[in-house]
C-alpha cells in the first residue's frame, strides 16, 4: 500500500482525529463556531501530527486537502497536513435522513472518480461520509485509502491503522 501511494492516484478517506467524548454534536452546534462542537482532545491533537509525520517519513506527496468544516476535522487537517481547503460535500450528515446526504456522498463519490494524480487526495470527513462511501465503519484517525476503477465503483484499496497517540 506504501509503495502505491508513492506512485499516487490515490484518495485517502480519513476520519477525523480523536475527540472530546460524545456523539455527533451537541444540540446548540453552528458550523463555524468551534466552542459550540464537539473537538480534538489532546490526545487527538497528537493523533494528527504524527499521522502527517508518519505520511512525510514514508515519502507519501499529498497534493491537496479538503476537509469538513466542522473544526474537528479542520483541526486535523491543518495538523496533520498544514492546511486545507473548507467543503461542504464533507460535512457530517449524521442523525440527517434526508436526501441531502445521498447528494453529498454522490459528490464525494465524483470527486474520488474524478482523481487521477499528481500525488495523492486527502478528504478529511466523518465516520457516517466514509460509511456511506464504503460500507466500512473508520475508527478516529483512521484513512481508508480508495481509487475509482475503470468502471467508475470506488475501490477500497487498503486501510491505515490510526495513529496512537
Known amino acids: 500500500l506504501w509503495s502505491a501511494l508513492r506512485n499516487g492516484g490515490y484518495v485517502l478517506l480519513m476520519r477525523h482525529a480523536a475527540t472530546e467524548p460524545g456523539i455527533g454534536d451537541p444540540p446548540q452546534f453552528k458550523a463555524g463556531d468551534c466552542k459550540t462542537q464537539r473537538n480534538l482532545s489532546a490526545a487527538g491533537r497528537e493523533q494528527a501530527a504524527k499521522t502527517g509525520q508518519r ?5 507519501i506527496t499529498i497534493s491537496a486537502v479538503r476537509s469538513s468544516r ?3 476535522c479542520l483541526d486535523t487537517a491543518s495538523i496533520a497536513f498544514g492546511s486545507a481547503t473548507p467543503d461542504p460535500t464533507l460535512d457530517s450528515f449524521f442523525g440527517d435522513r ?3 446526504n445521498e447528494q453529498q456522498t454522490a459528490a464525494v ?5 474524478s482523481f487521477r494524480g499528481p500525488g495523492n487526495l486527502v478528504l478529511v470527513t466523518h465516520q457516517v461520509n466514509i460509511t456511506a462511501l464504503t460500507g466500512e465503519f473508520p475508527a478516529e484517525g483512521e484513512i481508508f485509502v480508495v481509487r475509482a476503477s475503470a468502471e467508475g465503483s470506488l475501490q477500497l484499496k487498503g486501510r491505515i491503522t490510526p495513529v496512537k497517540p
Do not use: E, H, M, T
Not at 109 to 113: E, F, G, V
Open 109 to 113: 463519490r465524483a470527486r474520488i472518480q
Open 55 to 59: 505520511l512525510k517519513d514514508a515519502g
Open 98 to 100: 434526508s436526501a441531502q
Open 70 to 72: 466542522w473544526c474537528r
